[in-house]
């Protein structure tokens, strides 16, 4: 891909924000957007993870005796991956990095960032310098499009480098 190459899923605007009380605009924000959807992106990867999914819903049901097993292996497995099955919209403003998808959104201020992880595929952003195990639960999971993933996490880097209370993993 080109530096110059345009970009297919991410808009890049500036826009104006107004105060309430005031008729004038006071400053200007820029505005990162992005959407994307794995499954749908990664279709032979899909195949196989719902191969792998059936194919252990089918083992637990063997194993233990039983359809409902098989139906909450599955289910399970499903949930655990919601991420990769379903699309994700994800916003990036002067304040916060919003992660808008099927169950909710979830908003993270970019002055609360103290962890940081990603390469062109997605990754991490946490409000704890060292993130746990469950750190996916409680920091911001980030996905990039296959595409445009390279160009995305220069992008969203910058914005955040541009907070101080950033630091920068290796």
Known sequence: MTPNAP?????LAVILLLMPSCSTPTHQVALLEWR???AREWPRRTA???????????????????STAAGVAIGAMLLANIRFFLPSSYRVDTESITLTGMFGTRSLALSSIRFRRFDRFGGLLAERLRPGPF?????????????????????????????STIETTP
């Open 7 to 11: 970009l297919r899923n991410v808009r």
């Open 135 to 163: 750190a996916s639960l409680r920091g911001l999971p980030v996905l990039f499009p296959r595409h445009d993933g390279e160009l995305l996490a220069k992008e969203l880097g910058r914005c955040l480098t541009s907070h």
């Open 36 to 38: 994307v959807w794995p």
């Open 48 to 66: 196989l993870a719902i191969v792998i999914i059936a194919g252990l819903g089918v083992a637990s049901a063997l194993l233990l005796q039983s």
